[in-house]
Each structure stands twice: as structure tokens, then as C-alpha cells.
């Protein structure tokens, strides 16, 4: 329709040298591209002239990156390994796997690579707003965002801060009505967030007696079968490679060699010789490193809460500030594997093994053990987990800049990698272990007997009702781990203005171009 103008650019690209940037840059900059999608009548009368902007929908990554920019932590550094979607670089770098698609990208149309796609589709359907509303990270870049503007000592009324959230999402100043709807939702918003804080007090009460109900029937059984078959977990028995640090959780979260006694967060506690997770914010961690660790091997014995878990964290040893870490993390690439989990995957191949089909039953014995040369073992039950790869590591933990976490796969809890689960022992060595070291250390644990044959032998009554307790107790610490997250808010006021981020994030005028 338009030659002229065709034969202009064309002229203008060669000129320039060929320069995608540059033809795109004049184009972008233009007044024509500039304009308002608000066309006038008599503008709509000649629509050749191209008199107003066609409203479209931002493709997915670039819905992404604005929220990760607006939450201030967008990572800008180029090039690179590919990485997940809980890391805060630009999308074009995310991975993407055929059978394990981001869902947020998706909903919002990003191709699914199994097949060419000429032009992308620009749907408007209610599960992209749910996904907003939903999506972990969205929640957290929210917060963030409304972080970082309540920090901003510039702004010094809640009028200046819906000024300023307004300007950095829309380029606009809000109008009267907006400035007074915001102000609204927020008070709305909080008194919603007091409610849910007074029900949380209530359902944690009751989780907690719970709680203790059922691990007081489970330990009376298990001291009846242990006394029954004479077995008692944790025997030590000879010939034991010794490691540098070790947990067994009888007392507490001393450190049997005396070197990392461990410091519990969030709702983490010990019980019954094991550390309980319950995925939400609980953790554990030590002090720093005693020694600087290159070649390692990590051991742990685990029993999970479920198979349900996508990256969580068993054992790690990481950089103090969670950016370089190597751990024992469980099906982060597939469903029910195990593998040596690293940052941005720069050590991380799949083992290739089976997935784990006993791990909820009872407690297993992995270990990964970490070569001068690079290769990396896992290890489960004593035998050989998959097969080995050699990796560009080993990584050097600095002493006094590195220390151990227990329950997150690196960082602090948030996303997936949080454990939910029970650790009975765990072993940290500062070499890598042969395969003979490894299997002599897993009879250490042997002992345990699996959760699944505790229940068995109660009788019938105690055992549906300790099947009801289990049931009971799975969805109410869900809600409080759900609930926990929503109202982690800082000096209280942190709900609305997030809620507020995250309500600027679907509106429309985010999402489209006019």
C-alpha cells in the first residue's frame, strides 16, 4: 500500500550498512510510529495514512522483563549460559525444555518449539490474568517493587509513591481518579491482610497440635517395631570414612565433629533425630566454611513429604550471598531425579537415573562426590546413581565465604527450591569418596524403617485415622506456607502496595502497546 515508503527504507537499510538496529531505531522514533492509538474520525476515514498506533499485546518475553524490571532486579548482563525462570535475567536467556515449558511464558502465547510457528498468536484469555495473579515470581517481583518504592525516602506520601509506580509502569502521571482508586485498594488490601494474619495465628495453632498428635503416634509405633526387631536407627558401625561435618539430629543441631552447629529459620525444627521441612520458609544453615572446599562429596538421608517437588534443595554449600553453590537437589530437570545442582545449571548434567519411586516411603542415602578433575558421581543407596559426567568445576568454596543450608537449594526459601521433607543425617567431606567409602557409609542409616511399614502396624482404627491426621495435616501446612508467603510484608504496610504492583501488572495499559 505504501511503495514509496518501502523503497525509502529499503534505500535507508542499504545506506546505513545493512543495520537491523539502526532501521529499526528510525522506525520506532518515527511520528507516525509514535502516534496515538485514539485515531480521529477523519483519520479513520483514510486509514492508508496510517494515522493512528494498531493496539497489540507485549509478546511474553517482553511481559517478563518489564516486570523484572519494574521489581528492580533485572539482570542486564549479556551472553551466557541458559537459565531458569526463578533466575531475574532477560528471557531471551531463559531454557527451554519441550516437556517442561515455562507456564508463564506459555499462557502468554511464547511458541512451543516442537513445531515452527510463522507468526505468533496475541491471545486475551482469563488464565493469563490468573497466571498473574498465581505465578510465584510475579508475586515476588510485586513485592519487590513495592519494597523498593516504600524505601524510597524521596517519596515521602502515599501520593508521590502511586505517582511513581505510575510513571514506571505506564510513563504517565496518574489522573485524579486513578491517584484515589489506588489509595482505596490499598486500605482495602491491608484490612484483608489483618484478617488473613488473625486466621493464620488460629490455623497454626491447630497444625502445631496437629502435628504433635501424629508424631507422637508414629514414635510409640516405631519404638514397638524397633524394640520388636531389636534395630536401632544410626548404629555406628566400623571402618566409616570420616568427614569433616556431620548432623545426625539427636541433639539438636549440634555438629558431631564440633565444626558448623546449625542455625534453624523459619518453621524449621528438629524431631524424632530428624530435620522437619515443611517447604514453606523453614531452613537451616551453618556459620562459615573452617576450610576452603574444592573437591567435596555431600551426603544426606532424606525422606520426602511427597514426589510433588520440582528443584528442591536436600544439602547445599554455597557463597554466603547464594549466587555460587553446588547441592543434592531433587527434580529440578525431571520429575523424580536426582542431580548435582549448581548455579545457572554451569555443573549440572542429568545423571540419567531412574526416578525415585521410594523416597516418600521411606529414607534413601544420596550422596554427590565432586573430583579435582571436574567429574561428578551421584550416588544412591550405596550404588551408583546414572552415570558420571565431567563438569568445568570443581568450584572453590573460600573459607569464612562459604557455609552449608539445609532445606533450600541455594539462597534464601522462595519458589521451588524449598524441601519438604525429613533429613535424619547428613555428612559433609572435604575430598570425593570412593565408591567403596560410599557404600560402607550408607549402612550408617539402614536401620530406618520406612514410614509405610510403621503405619502398617497399627491397628486398623489408629491406622485410618493416622491416614485422615496425614491428609489433614499435608493441606493445612500448605495453606500456611501459602499464607506465609502472601503476608511476608516487612513493617506491615508491604501487602497493599504489593497487591497494588501486582494489580498494575494486569491492567491493560501494562500489557499493550497503544
Keep these: 500500500s505504501h511503495p514509496e515508503l518501502l523503497d525509502y527504507l529499503a534505500a535507508r537499510f542499504t545506506a546505513t550498512g545493512g543495520s537491523i538496529k539502526d532501521i529499526i531505531c528510525l522506525i520506532v522514533t518515527s511520528k507516525t510510529f509514535q502516534q496515538s492509538s485514539q485515531a480521529s474520525e477523519t483519520q479513520n476515514q483514510k486509514p492508508e495514512l496510517l494515522p493512528s498506533f494498531p493496539i497489540r499485546r507485549l509478546e511474553a518475553e517482553a511481559i517478563r522483563d518489564s516486570m523484572l524490571a519494574l521489581s528492580g532486579r533485572l539482570d542486564l548482563t549479556m551472553f551466557g549460559d541458559p537459565v531458569n525462570d526463578d533466575t531475574p535475567r532477560r528471557s531471551v536467556y531463559m531454557k527451554i525444555i519441550r516437556n517442561q515449558l515455562d507456564p508463564l511464558l506459555t499462557i502468554f502465547d511464547a511458541p512451543v518449539p516442537s513445531g515452527t510457528r510463522g507468526r505468533r498468536d496475541a491471545t486475551n484469555v482469563p488464565a493469563q490474568s490468573l497466571a498473574l495473579l498465581n505465578d510465584t515470581n510475579v508475586i515476588n517481583w510485586a513485592r519487590n517493587w513495592a519494597r523498593d518504592v516504600l524505601a524510597e525516602t524521596s517519596l515521602t506520601t502515599d501520593e508521590q509513591r502511586v505517582a511513581r509506580m505510575f510513571q514506571q509502569a505506564f510513563g504517565r502521571p496518574p489522573s485524579t481518579g486513578d491517584t484515589a482508586q489506588s489509595l482505596a485498594f490499598i486500605r482495602d488490601s491491608l484490612t484483608t491482610g489483618d484478617q488473613l494474619r488473625s ?119 554455597q557463597t554466603q550471598d547464594g549466587l555460587f553453590f553446588d547441592s543434592i537437589v531433587f527434580a529440578e530437570k525431571a520429575p523424580g531425579e536426582w542431580l548435582a545442582g549448581s548455579n545457572n545449571f554451569s555443573r549440572t548434567h542429568d545423571f540419567g537415573g531412574a526416578a525415585d519411586a521410594e523416597a516418600t516411603q521411606r529414607a534413601v542415602h544420596l550422596a554427590i562426590t565432586y573430583k579435582p578433575d571436574g567429574t561428578i558421581e551421584g550416588w544412591r543407596n550405596g550404588t551408583a546413581y546414572g552415570e558420571p559426567y565431567k563438569s568445568d568445576g570443581p568450584y572453590r568454596f573460600i573459607d569464612s565465604k562459604s557455609q552449608i543450608i539445609f532445606g533450600v537449594r541455594h539462597g534464601q526459601p522462595g519458589g521451588n527450591r524449598v524441601l519438604r521433607g525429613k533429613i535424619f543425617r547428613a555428612r559433609l567431606h572435604d575430598r570425593a569418596l570412593t565408591a567403596d567409602e560410599i557404600a560402607r557409609s550408607a549402612q550408617i542409616e539402614q536401620g530406618t524403617i520406612p514410614e509405610s511399614v510403621i503405619i502398617a502396624s497399627l491397628n486398623e482404627k489408629l491406622r485410618t485415622e493416622v491416614l485422615e491426621m496425614k491428609d489433614t495435616l499435608r493441606a493445612k501446612e500448605k495453606h500456611l506456607a501459602d499464607s506465609r508467603a502472601l503476608l511476608n510484608d516487612g513493617d506491615g504496610r508491604e501487602i497493599g502496595w504489593s497487591s497494588l504492583a501486582q494489580a498494575m501488572f494486569n491492567m491493560k495499559e501494562f500489557i499493550y502497546l497503544r
Excluded at 524394640?227 to 539430629?249: N, S
Excluded at 565444626?259 to 530428624?274: E, M, S, V, W, Y
Excluded at 567435596?296 to 536436600?314: M, S
Design 199 to 317: 486466621q493464620l495465628v488460629t490455623h497454626e495453632t491447630e497444625t502445631i497440635a496437629l502435628r504433635a498428635q501424629l508424631d507422637g503416634i508414629m514414635s510409640e509405633a516405631l519404638r514397638l517395631l524397633e524394640k520388636k526387631r531389636g534395630t536401632k536407627p544410626g548404629a555406628v558401625l566400623k571402618d566409616i570414612p570420616q568427614p569433616l561435618a556431620e548432623w545426625d539430629f539427636e541433639d539438636g543441631g549440634a555438629d558431631l565433629r564440633g565444626n558448623l552447629p546449625l542455625t534453624l529459620h523459619g518453621n524449621a525444627r528438629i524431631a524424632d533425630g530428624a530435620l522437619v521441612l515443611d517447604g514453606g520458609k523453614s531452613f537451616a544453615s551453618t556459620g562459615a566454611l573452617p576450610v576452603t572446599l574444592d573437591e567435596k562429596t555431600l551426603e544426606a538421608w532424606v525422606r520426602l513429604d511427597d514426589d510433588d517437588q520440582r528443584g528442591a534443595g536436600v544439602l547445599t554449600v
